[in-house]
C-alpha cells in the first residue's frame, strides 16, 4: 500500500525536512580533518534536540546513532564511532533523518573532507547529485515510478566515463516511500528493470526519498560484520545523495532543501511547489 499524504500531513513532512537540512548544513560545517564521525553524530544530536524533533534513524532496527557517516569506499549505513578521523582528502556520505509529530524527513549528501580532491571524486559527486535531480524532475503527476529510476539511470550513463573505466549504480539499496514512517512503500530502483515493471502511478499525495548510489567502479556490495556498513565489493569510493519529495498539485516540492528544490528545479523547466509553510 502507497500512502496518500494530504496537504496537512505534507506540511508537518516540510517541518521534519527543514530539520534534515539544518543536520546537513551543521554537519557539512563540522566535516573537516582531525573530526570523528562520533562528532559529527554528537553534532545532529544537538540539531535534533535544539528544534524539538526526534531521531528516526537512532534505535531503528537496532541502528546506534543519529546519523549514516559513510567514508571513501563505503556506500550506506557507516556507523558513526571514535575511530574513524577524517582526513584531508576523503569523502564522506551524511545520511539523516528527523520525525516532527509523527512525521517523517530522510536526506543525504556527500562532502568533501579538506581540499586536493581527484578530479574524478568531484565528478562522482556531481553526478550522483545530478542524477538525483533529474529523478526528481520526473517526479510529474501521471508519470510512473519507473519514470524515475529511467531519469536517474539516463543521467548517469550519458556521463564521460572515468578514469576507473565506468561509473557503478549501486543495485543492492535504493528510494522508498515515506511518510509516517521512515521507509514505505513503494521501493525506487536507481535503474530500470524490466522484472519490476512500470511501477505505481504517481498522483498528488506521494511522498518518496530518491537516493542514487552511484561508485567509481563496481555495483556490488557487501555489508561488514557489524551488520550495517556497506562497502563496495572492489573498494571503489562511493557517492550517495538524497531528498525526499512530495508531489503535490502544483508540483514536485523538495522536501528537505531549504528553497523547496525551486532553484535546481528551475533548470529543468519546472516550478517547485510553494512552501506549505510560508
Not at 3 to 28: D, F, N, W, Y
Not at 116 to 139: C, F, K, N
Not at 164 to 184: A, L, N, Q, R, V
Request: with cysteine; proline share 5%.
Amino acid at each position: 500500500m502507497v500512502q496518500i499524504k494530504t496537504p496537512e500531513q505534507i506540511a508537518k513532512m516540510r517541518e521534519a525536512g527543514l530539520v534534515v537540512a539544518a543536520i546537513h548544513a551543521a554537519t557539512r560545517e563540522a566535516a573537516v580533518p582531525g573530526a570523528t564521525t562520533k562528532d559529527l553524530d554528537q553534532v545532529a544530536r544537538k540539531v535534533i534536540a535544539d528544534h524539538g524533533a526526534k531521531s528516526n534513524f537512532l534505535g531503528y532496527g537496532g541502528f546506534p546513532a543519529t546519523i549514516c557517516t559513510s567514508v571513501n569506499e563505503v556506500v550506506v549505513h557507516g556507523i558513526p564511532d571514535e575511530k574513524t578521523v577524517l582526513k584531508d582528502g576523503d569523502i564522506i556520505s551524511i545520511d539523516a533523518g528527523a520525525i516532527v509529530d509523527g512525521w517523517h524527513g530522510d536526506a543525504a549528501y556527500t562532502a568533501f573532507v579538506g581540499t586536493g580532491h581527484a578530479p574524478e571524486l568531484v565528478e562522482l559527486s556531481r553526478v550522483t547529485e545530478e542524477s538525483m535531480w533529474a529523478g526528481i524532475a520526473a517526479m510529474k503527476v501521471n508519470n510512473r515510478l519507473v519514470d524515475i529510476s529511467r531519469a536517474i539511470e539516463t543521467f548517469i550513463r550519458r556521463q564521460p566515463r572515468p578514469a576507473t573505466g565506468k561509473y557503478g549504480i549501486i543495485e543492492d539499496f535504493g528510494g522508498h516511500g515515506i511518510g509516517s514512517e521512515m521507509h514505505m512503500d513503494p521501493h525506487l530502483l536507481n535503474y530500470v528493470s524490466r522484472k519490476r515493471g512500470k511501477g505505481i502511478k504517481l498522483v498528488p499525495g506521494v511522498c518518496l526519498a530518491i537516493e542514487p548510489m552511484v561508485s567509481l567502479g563496481t555495483a556490488r556490495t557487501e555489508t561488514l560484520g557489524d551488520d550495517w556498513t556497506v562497502i563496495t565489493t572492489d573498494g571503489t569510493w562511493s557517492s550517495h545523495w538524497e531528498h525526499s519529495i512530495a508531489l503535490t498539485e502544483q508540483g514536485p516540492l523538495v522536501l528537505t532543501a531549504p528553497d523547496c528544490g525551486k532553484a535546481k528545479l528551475a533548470e529543468y523547466g519546472i516550478t517547485a511547489a510553494p512552501d506549505p509553510l510560508g
